[in-house]
């Protein structure tokens, strides 16, 4: 059964960083290309960031890029997000989730795989 188990989660304040993990278990993982999605009260869910297969292509909301990096492990079958200059608006709960390579878009729906949720609470 595939489980995918975030850790890093945790009540920061503005500028901080924080490490989010998404270990994964049950699929093969260099068949999947990963994703972080975030979900705040009230708004819907949104991709955050994603990464291929293989780790050689990344992709980046506009209000993450040049904070965070997104990057994975295929042997530990881990993928994480470093989050640098933490702000308020970041606050939410993450998910990771994993994408078949062979399904390019990147919409929610396509992500057949996913995590529980790590809270990011982040201080003005």
């Known amino acids: 059964q595939v489980q995918l188990v975030e850790s890093g989660g945790g009540l920061v304040q503005a500028g901080d960083s924080l490490k989010l993990s998404c270990a994964a278990s049950?699929?093969?993982?260099?068949?999947?290309?990963m994703g972080w999605f975030r979900q705040a009260p009230g708004k819907e869910r949104e991709l955050v960031a994603d990464?291929?297969?293989?780790?050689?292509?990344?992709y980046y909301a506009d209000s993450v890029k040049g904070r965070f990096t997104i990057s994975r492990d295929n042997v530990k079958t881990t993928v994480y997000l470093q989050m640098n200059s933490l702000k308020p608006e970041d606050t939410a709960v993450y998910y990771c989730a994993a994408r078949p390579r062979t399904y390019t878009t990147q919409t929610a729906s396509n992500y057949g795989y996913w995590g529980q949720g790590t809270q990011v609470t982040v201080s003005s």
């Open positions: 990464i291929n297969y293989s780790g050689t292509d990344t």
């Open positions: 049950g699929l093969t993982f260099g068949f999947y290309a």
